[in-house]
């Protein structure tokens, strides 16, 4: 069975950072593209960016809005995911979620990140 | 304001058939697959379609996809009362370099 644990969530301030992880099982983790998506409370989803696994290249993309602050990264010998978020803004406030490949096949339950004074 | 466009709302009753839609332009949905997500009340998203038209393990045949030109449309038949939650289509948008989400659409089932 797959699963994904997203954690590291929590309160920070503005301008802050903070580190997500996903923990994958249930799959071969090194072979699957990885995501993180996000949900602003009561709002829509948004995607945040994604990482390719070795084959592809590891390589990264970005969503516009926090290119140049957020960094993702993977440990394919720990199943694990990151993010790591610096600068943080008060609109970056939500759950935040990790995710399968193109296709978003599967989703963890998400962590909730506040950034607020 | 989304890149894509979903209407914010859609309604019907049991048994009914719906449809939601999804406009994009020629950089996402005219270009590249179009995906769906289901997301009930306090829950992750759930993919419905992938590739356009084709339904994962598990997701009944009264759901279906279908693209035309940079527009798209998630239909459910036999609507029934568990199909209530929030619905949303993305596409990868050449443009942007980045995934793009619909706006979501609120589905209540009356």
């Known amino acids: 069975e797959v699963q994904l644990v997203e954690s590291g969530g929590g309160l920070v301030t503005p301008g802050g950072s903070l580190r997500l992880s996903c923990a994958a099982s249930?799959?071969?983790?090194?072979?699957?593209?990885m995501n993180w998506v996000r949900q602003a409370p009561g709002k829509g989803l948004e995607w945040v960016g994604r990482?390719?696994?070795?084959?592809?290249?590891?390589?990264?993309d970005y969503a516009a809005p926090v290119k140049d602050r957020f960094t993702i990264s993977r440990e394919d010998s720990r199943n694990t995911l990151y993010l790591q978020m610096n600068s943080l803004k008060t609109d970056d406030t939500a759950i935040y979620y990790c995710?399968?490949?193109?296709?978003?096949?599967?989703w963890g339950r998400g962590t909730m990140v506040t950034v607020s004074s | 304001q989304s890149v894509v466009t979903q209407p914010p709302s859609a309604s019907g009753t049991p048994g009914q058939r719906v449809t939601i839609s999804c406009s994009g332009s020629?950089?996402?949905?005219?270009?590249?697959?179009v995906f769906w997500y289901q997301q009930l009340p306090g829950t992750a998203p759930k993919l419905l379609i992938y590739?356009?038209?084709l339904r994962p393990s598990g997701v009944p045949d009264r759901l279906s996809g279908s693209k035309s030109g940079t527009s798209a449309s998630l239909a459910i038949s036999g609507l029934r009362s568990e199909d209530e939650a929030d619905y949303y289509c993305?596409?990868?948008?050449?443009?942007?370099?980045?995934?793009?989400f619909g706006g979501g659409t609120k589905l209540t089932v009356l």
């Open positions: 995710t399968t490949n193109d296709a978003f096949d599967f």
């Open positions: 590739r356009n038209n």
């Open positions: 993305a596409a990868w948008d050449d443009s942007l370099s980045a995934v793009v």
């Open positions: 990482i390719k696994n070795k084959g592809g290249g590891g390589t990264t």
């Open positions: 020629s950089s996402n949905i005219g270009t590249n697959y």
């Open positions: 249930g799959f071969t983790f090194s072979d699957v593209w």
